[in-house]
């Protein structure tokens, strides 16, 4: 069984909170796989797991063009979600639909996603092959592609991260709809000049968007349906729409609180890098 969550429009804080707190509940469920839909409002910056923030933004410059800052619990690169769709996966590695090994789960979902694109009309397939942006801790997400990550005409579509811990797996997709990504530049920091000009420069040429390919962009709710329906046709799982149970929600509210809402968390000096 696939539970289906759908969250459009809300803030980065309740975003990773509500992720984190369905991946916690997973422990309690070891047959159950959570799908949820969402977007965010107002766009946000998020960092990976184990990247140091002052590094990859300047959170000054966020304030000035009303961007969220927030730290993810997945690993990965540092993201703008701006004109974008975001899906979160979560369930217990020992699920019976799905391969234990983390590149088998990155191709599951990713051709689940390329399913979901081909529906609206949208030439998308899995990455075969990982290609390089700038190189070392320099990249963004998308300035670099994944195997199994999505693409279209050469360029990337769609990125992805994973959090794998206690038995349990959290993953997280990033659909690009528009160009609002390409304004992560802008909160590089201003010492970092050439940086900035380097992933101006390979966001435009190396990334492509849902509105450069489709004459009309589905609405959320096609989306989540699409999404949804490819999940469950892949994996061969029925699915059923709901909603926070009171635990969950209690967890969310807690973890806005403490961790995701706030500055100490975000700002936080990681002691390892996590991909």
């Not at 206690?166 to 530049?185: D, I, N, W, Y």
């Not at 966001?203 to 349906?225: K, M, Y």
Request: hydrophobic residues 35%; aromatic residues 6%; contains cysteine.
């Amino acid at each position: 069984m696939i539970r289906i969550l759908t969250s459009p429009g809300c803030s980065a804080a309740y975003n990773m909170a509500v992720d984190e707190a369905l991946f916690g509940a997973c422990r309690r469920d070891t047959k159950m796989m959570t799908l949820r839909i969402y977007t965010w409002h107002p766009p946000a910056v998020s960092v990976g797991y184990g990247q140091d923030v002052e590094d990859e933004v300047d959170p000054g410059r966020c304030d000035r063009y009303g961007i969220d800052l927030v730290r993810r619990i997945t690993g990965g690169r540092t993201v703008l979600h701006d004109q974008e769709l975001t899906y979160s996966l979560v369930f217990p590695e020992s699920h019976p639909a799905m391969n234990t090994l983390s590149g088998a789960m990155f191709r599951g979902a990713g051709e689940a996603l390329a399913r979901t694109l081909r529906h609206f009309g949208i030439p998308a397939d899995p990455a075969l092959e990982a290609s390089c942006g700038i190189g070392g801790n320099s990249d963004v997400c998308f300035t670099a592609t994944g195997r199994y990550e999505i693409t279209a005409r050469g360029r990337k579509l769609a990125g992805s991260a994973q959090r794998r811990s206690g038995g349990r797996v959290l993953h997280h997709g990033s659909v690009l709809l528009g160009p609002g990504h390409k304004r992560l530049p802008l909160l590089i920091p201003s010492q970092d000049q050439q940086r900035r000009e380097t992933i101006a420069r390979l966001l435009d040429q190396r990334t492509i968007t849902v509105s450069e390919l489709t004459s009309g962009l589905p609405t959320f709710e096609e989306w989540a349906d699409g999404l949804s329906r490819s999940f469950m046709e892949h994996f061969n799982l029925e699915g059923r729409r709901d909603v926070l149970n009171d635990e969950e929600r209690h967890a969310t509210e807690e973890l806005v609180r403490t961790r995701y809402g706030n500055a100490e968390w975000t700002f936080r000096r990681p002691l390892s890098h996590v991909r």
